[in-house]
């Protein structure tokens, strides 16, 4: 079978017709044989917006005639099967005029392959639905760059220091290759591992979840996703990455990894063993590992969660930590991981199967200050933190879906992990007024805490497609178990002082503490669709949702023996925990080449029940969540389209607002439950809207969210100015709340230049209310950012980019609203390299923040820099040694500020380092890189 070659031919000058009459007219025939070709399609295209504008069809001689042309440019395009497309610039000024463009010889692809060099240009950007694809080739970027690389060329993504990912306001957690998990959820083992020059494509999407996929019903559950679409000869043979490093005060790294492809089956493994940050380990999925949670805060959306209420929780500090450096201590990091993937049966089956396997713990001291604003003044809290954490965890899933026939099919996922936990956490805590030797309270806490946790995870979804178009029906079934265990010591001391600065009264909490959870989920969910009309279907599901859990929480006093062995009934409890969930729900689906509508609700009934089996007390609640959605999507162009989408839920308050579980893990901070708390209603609106232009290389993305939240609960804090503790309760407020974010993205290429140039501005913004010592407090808080971006690359030359943005943070609090933390701060980020001769290159980039002073705050700057100088060898220049400085200045010191709060961490400072980077791959079996 012949295969047809699609290559766009641009003229290079323009056509500019100045004659008398108001059409275009010409004669489309074979370049070689001379031939006159019949039915030759003729379009002409408004060269703003690509928009269709005329077609015509050449007749037996070839001769073609459009009318009715008004003034202004235009592209005019020919094409025919198994020849070239033809393509011309058009500018008319007059009207009435009369084009006469004479004989178009286009050519066959075949002698086009063989005769003539043509340069293509089939745009960067390609808009895909909800999905915006660029082309890689599109965008240079050096030999053996990496994905990440080339992420950080794209328009609307940003890459920060640590790898992670933005686009359109919101982070990327998981990247995809082919469509498939690579490593399940650290998208950093795809973008920093695999090479840029093996993508064909890279497509930003929405992912939803796979039934909803299916089945079109827009669930909510979706994921920023990027998918990296690997080139075809890239996918038979083997290449991976040797590189290892030792440097100045004890730092070190090595990153290994190899990967095998052939065909549809892929095999990799790495290992990564750093002190200098790169930890290769990032567990962001729902079976958390480390130490578990030990009290049931929440049930919205039919599920039970364990957390702590208190924001001073050691223990809860280390368990809300998933493992990914931060920036922030002193990190060591040994992981490893072994993946498959493997299509067989012409693809009716396929499988993919991780195992990762590591540890990483940090150290280090941080420093906080933080204001408290009060009816009647403020309190300053300054605290000295010394922490050491670490987590060691592994983790097997796997996936198997098989294609029964053409109608019908079966996915089965398996997961399974086994964690373990330590945590070491000394703080020195000093409250004031106004004066920082009027004092209110001093605190000296410690606590030692070890956990282990267990979590298995398996779900069954069955797909069925009925021999009616659009009639189907999917069942999926999941059950998630978990089981942990935690242990440790508390030892708190505060004292609280008079006006007199002498102390009046102690609080001395020691205790040892013995945490253990049990939960399981089982739930199922059944959907059926059928279409009403050519474009309209309805969408109608049941699901159920069986929850039980236990949390066994034992404190102990020491006694005459000193052995930790008398409970204490208060701050010990047995608690279970059942709900049943049914719900079912409605929605209708319209969609047309031009507009996708759907609409829809669900609607479910909990009962829930919470047992003390200590003090035999319960709390029953029976409640309705309902959970309204629709998605509007219109495509005005095939680069060009706008998606606005709605989706409302009934939220219920938690179990913690309603009846906390008694904590003295942290003692100045006490919270009380309310169990007349109402529901409140969340709302959220986004909109995206995507334009791209092919013949100026041009991309606008707008985005935007506006989330705000009915009757919500909300805290009502007294504090006591004499002695500095609080005390939380929750109620229903009237006033509602709210957040959003919103931005603009703007890229082009300047082809005079050959630079590529582009600008964001962002808004982010939150307004909520509470009260504190019974006033209303109404906190705002706005963000608004601009930046700009260029780069220039000349290959073998340079490679250049530089990064600025100018931000403005306002805050209000009608609590001492004549306080003025509002501010200024800056970023720039140049990243430049230099390829010079013998295969030397210089690498330099640098990190300048700085922040401007505020009423609580003084002014702060640091500039980060960092470089290296180093040697390529061989024909690819695969193999590189270097001599590397981070932090030249330095200035790393772990700072971080909002409005109240200002922090300075430990983190990793100046070191030299000598590495070596071998890249190494053999592909088509070509030979291997040397």
Known sequence: MKKTILIVLFIASFTIIRAQSSSIEGKVIDTTS???????????????????????????????????????????????????????????????????????????????????????????????????????????????????????KLPGIQVDNNGKITAQGQTVPKVLVDGEEFFGDDPTLVTKNLRADMVDKVQLFDKSSDQSAFTGIDDDNKTKTINIKLKENKKNGYFGKLSGGIGTDNYKETQDMFNYFKGKKKIAGYVTLSNTGKTGLGFQEEMKYGVSDYELSSMDDGNLTFSSSSTNDPLQALQSWDGNYDGN???????????????????????????????????????????????????????????????????????????????????????????????????????????????????????????????????????????????????????????????????????????????????????????????NSLTGKLTYTEPLSKYLSIIMNYGIDIENATSDVRSYNKGADEEYNILDSIYSNHYTYNQLTNSGGLSFSYV?????????????????????????????????????????????????????????KTDQPSVTQLQPVANNNDNLNIYIGNPNLKPSFDNSITVN?????????????????????????????????????????????????????????????????????????????????????????????????????????????????????????????????????????????????FFLPAKFQLHTDGDYNWQQKTQSFAARSQFIWNGWFGKKFFKKENLLLKFSANDILNQNNGFSRNAYTQSITSTIKRYYMFSIVWDFSKMNGGATDK
């Open 592 to 648: 047309n080449p031009k507009v996708n509508f759907k609409f829809g609700t669900n609607i479910g009934n909990t009962h829930y029940e919470q047992i003390n089996t200590f003090n035999a007390q319960s709390l029953n609640r029976n409640f309705v969540n309902w959970q309204p959605n629709a998605s509007f999507r219109y495509k005005f162009s095939q680069q060009n389209n706008l998606r606005v989408s709605y989706y409302g």
């Open 689 to 833: 809207y995507n334009n791209y232009k092919v013949l100026s290389d041009r991309y606008i993305n707008f985005y935007g969210s506006y989330n705000f939240t009915s009757n919500p609960v909300v805290t009502n804090v007294t504090t006591n100015d004499s002695t500095g503790g609080s005390t939380y309760t929750y109620f229903n407020i009237g006033s509602p709340s709210s957040n959003y974010y919103g931005g603009f993205n703007y890229g082009r290429k300047l082809k005079k230049l050959d630079m590529n140039i582009g600008f964001n501005i962002g808004i982010n913004g939150s307004r909520y209310a509470n009260y504190i010592n019974q006033q209303q407090n109404t906190t705002t808080s706005n963000s608004y950012t601009f930046g700009f971006r260029l780069s220039k690359y000349k290959e073998k030359k340079y490679d250049l980019s530089f990064r600025a943005s100018i931000n403005y943070n306002s805050n209000n609090s009608t609590l001492q609203s004549q306080i003025d933390n509002n501010s200024w701060s800056y970023l720039l980020h140049p990243d430049f390299d």
């Open 329 to 519: 201590g002193i990190p060591n990091a040994k992981t490893g991981g072994l993946h498959f993937d493997n299509k067989w049966g012409d693809d009716k089956q396929d499988i993919n199967l991780n195992y990762k396997i590591g540890s990483i713990s940090e150290k280090g001291i941080t420093e906080t200050k933080t204001q408290k604003n009060l009816p009647t003044g403020i309190l300053y809290d300054t605290s000295s933190n010394k922490f050491y954490k670490d987590i060691f965890r592994q983790k097997m899933d796997g996936i198997y879906n098989i294609q029964f026939d053409s109608s019908s099919s079966l996915k089965l996922t398996v997961g399974g992990s086994l964690g373990s936990s330590k945590s070491d956490s000394y703080t020195n805590e000093t409250t004031t007024r106004s004066t920082p030797d009027s004092l209110v309270n001093t605190s000296n806490n410690s606590s030692v805490f070890n956990g282990n946790t267990k979590a298995f995870n398996t779900s069954i979804l069955w797909r069925k497609k009925f021999k009616k178009k659009g009639r189907t029906f999917s069942a999926l079934f999941n059950e998630y178990l978990k089981n942990n265990l935690d242990k440790g010591f508390i030892n708190n001391r505060s004292d609280f002082y008079n006006d007199k600065n002498i102390v009046d009264s102690t609080n001395i909490v020691d205790q040892r503490k013995k945490n253990s959870t049990r939960s």
């Open 34 to 152: 001379a031939s006159k070709l019949k039915n030759a399609v003729i379009c002409i295209l408004q060269a703003k917006d690509s928009l269709l504008l005329r077609f015509t069809r050449t007749d037996a001689e070839g001769n073609f005639s459009i009318k009715n042309i008004d003034t202004g440019k235009f592209i005019l395009s020919v094409s025919y099967p198994y020849y070239a497309d033809y393509v011309q610039s058009l500018n008319i000024i007059n009207k009435d005029s009369s084009i006469q463009l004479g004989a178009i010889n286009i050519i066959q692809t075949a002698h086009l392959l063989k005769d003539v060099l043509v340069s293509q240009n089939l745009g960067a950007i390609r808009i895909k639905g909800d999905t915006t694809e660029f082309v890689a080739d599109s965008f240079k970027v050096q030999p053996n760059a990496t994905v990440e690389d080339l992420l950080k």
